[in-house]
């Protein structure tokens, strides 16, 4: 933990690359381990276009459920110290996976969402936005009410088998490229492109630290693994940066 508390003290930027084990101690369900979303369902079944037409209803339920689960969930101390690491010290951009919406509202600004947001949604032919309050206007049919428009309304999230937001997943790259240390944060590192995330960051010199319980197939390629849970190393890595910064300002 002293290295890597080191290594962020001493790096001019800093990038942190999170998934859905971020937001576990939110009490929001992770995709791929035993309890994950995924556990019920398999991914192209649900989070695809294809599923979608197939059955706008099915899809749309899910979406609503996690909806559901996203709204009752709190941001969790990884995610507030991420927000202060950004504050205090020099975090640039958090690049997420997840689309709960967790670390604006614990207050970061700089972030990349490379799957979208869950709290949007908007129509396949007008472009239509339905988000949060007028989300509720659609019906049953959850189909658009613009004059003369009848097509379906759909989550703004990234389904697979669709491109990634080009800005977005540009920032991503550009912040991957420049940070001195990147946070690998409660992902297992399965789905792409955002996986390269650590290894684009790394091909540039980055530093790169895995924060998981367990191993995953990034852990071979990361400098540091620190294995346990985001909401309580990363409040412990905030605090060996303060005890730092003091340190050096008593010198
Ligand atoms: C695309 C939004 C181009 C929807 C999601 C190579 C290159 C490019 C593409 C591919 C490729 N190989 C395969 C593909 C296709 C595909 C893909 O990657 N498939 C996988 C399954 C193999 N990729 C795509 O389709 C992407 N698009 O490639 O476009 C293209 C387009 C057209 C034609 C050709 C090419 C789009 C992928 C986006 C899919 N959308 N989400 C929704 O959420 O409903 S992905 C979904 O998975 C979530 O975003 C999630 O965040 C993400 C990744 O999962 P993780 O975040 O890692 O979550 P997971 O559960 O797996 O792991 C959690 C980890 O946390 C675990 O390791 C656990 O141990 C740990 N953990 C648990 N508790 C804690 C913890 N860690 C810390 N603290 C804790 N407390
Ligand atoms: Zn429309």
Partial sequence: ????????????????????GMSAESGVTTFRSN??????????????????????RLVRGWYEERRKIVAAAKPNAGHYALAEMERDFR??????????????????????????????????????RYDGSNFAVIDETQR??????????????????????????????????????VLSIGTSGVVFPAASIPQIARKQGAYVVEINPEATCLSQTADAFLQGHSGE???????????????????
């Fill in 1 to 20: 933990m002293e290295i890597v508390t080191d290594r962020l003290s001493k790096a001019a930027e800093i990038a942190a690359f999170t998934g859905a």
């Fill in 35 to 56: 309890d994950g979303l995924w556990a019920k369902f398999k991914p192209e079944e649900l989070a695809s276009m294809s599923a979608f037409i197939k059955n706008p």
């Fill in 91 to 128: 975090l640039q951009t958090v690049i997420t996976q997840n689309i709960d919406n967790l670390h604006r509202r614990a207050g970061s600004e700089a972030v990349c969402e490379l799957h979208g947001n869950i709290e949007q949604n908007y129509c396949m032919d007008c472009g239509m």
């Fill in 144 to 181: 658009c009410t613009q004059p003369g428009c009848t097509e379906l309304v759909r989550p703004d999230v990234v389904w697979f088998g669709e491109l990634l937001p080009e800005d977005e997943w540009n920032s991503a790259v550009k912040a991957a490229e420049r940070a001195d240390v």
């Fill in 233 to 251: 190393i990363l409040p412990r890595l905030l605090e060996g940066l303060r005890h730092q910064r003091q340190q050096s300002s008593i010198r």
